[in-house]
Nanobody, 120 residues
Framework: QVQLVESGGGLVQAGGSLRLSCAASGSIFSINTMGWYRQAPGKQRELVAIITSNGETLYADSAKGRFTISRDNAKNTVYLQMNSLKPEDTAVYYC??????????????WGQGTQVTVSA
């Protein structure tokens, strides 16, 4: 089993910043892609940003120029720095990771989610 635990969500005013963290733990051999997704009330879960094991990144258009994804491979942790936050960024943010366990089994895991609320 691989567990993902997010932290760093909260309430912030428009224009403010938040930094989300997600730490993976368990019988991990390697992690390929780590990423952040979000789901607003009444909407489908959507990609925010992903980062590969060698640091390649992909951002949703809504995140480009405002959000930065990074990871610490030694700590199996991924971060999302969110600046210039807007009310439309309000959502539950989920961490995702995929890779290989020590047993050789591949995994794909989701965190429990962390609430981000941006007030106008």
């Amino acid at each position: 089993q691989v567990q993902l635990v997010e932290s760093g969500g909260g309430l912030v005013q428009a224009g403010g910043s938040l930094r989300l963290s997600c730490a993976a733990s368990g019988s991990i051999f390697s992690i390929n892609t780590m990423g952040w997704y979000r789901q607003a009330p009444g909407k489908q879960r959507e990609l925010v940003a992903i980062i590969t094991s060698n640091g390649e990144t992909l951002y949703a258009d809504s995140a480009k120029g405002r959000f930065t994804i990074s990871r610490d491979n030694a700590k199996n942790t991924v971060y999302l720095q969110m600046n210039s936050l807007k009310p439309e960024d309000t959502a539950v943010y989920y961490c995702n990771a995929d890779g290989t366990m020590i047993s050789g089994e591949v995994f794909g895991s989701w965190g429990q989610g962390t609430q981000v609320t941006v007030s106008a």
